[in-house]
């Protein structure tokens, strides 16, 4: 078992940077690949990003266009989603995953680990 704790979000200006943070507790968040998603109001859960277990392999989703880079500290249990160049639409909550093998899988489906969201608000 594992617990994804999601923190950073908030309300920031189109154009802004926002940096979220997703704590590991029980296995160490080292025994997985990591994913960030996130959830507009109507709309699916939408990959974001994702990370090896070493954090050589990363992975973006289409919503990416450059401006976000995740990241993981093994040492301390951390996985990172760095937003730049913010935009409206990025709008969402944003929530960690983790998968019990492998990494780098887009469907929300296929993981067995969440946290409970982080709310990201950028305004016009």
């Known amino acids: 078992q594992v617990q994804l704790v999601e923190s950073g979000g908030g309300l920031v200006q189109a154009g802004g940077s926002l940096r979220l943070s997703c704590a590991a507790s029980g296995r160490t968040s080292s025994s997985f690949g990591m994913t960030w998603f996130r959830q507009a109001p109507g709309k699916e859960r939408e990959f974001v990003a994702a990370i090896s277990r070493s954090g050589i392999g990363v992975r973006y989703g289409d919503s990416n266009e450059g401006r976000f880079t995740i990241s993981r500290d093994n040492a301390k249990n951390l996985v990172y989603l760095q937003m730049n160049s913010l935009k409206p639409e990025d709008t969402a909550v944003y929530y960690c995953?983790?998968?019990?093998?492998?990494?780098?899988?887009?469907?929300?489906?296929?993981?067995?680990?969440w946290g409970q969201g982080t709310q990201v608000t950028v305004s016009s």
């Open positions: 995953a983790a998968r019990n093998s492998g990494w780098g899988f887009v469907e929300s489906k296929d993981y067995n680990y």
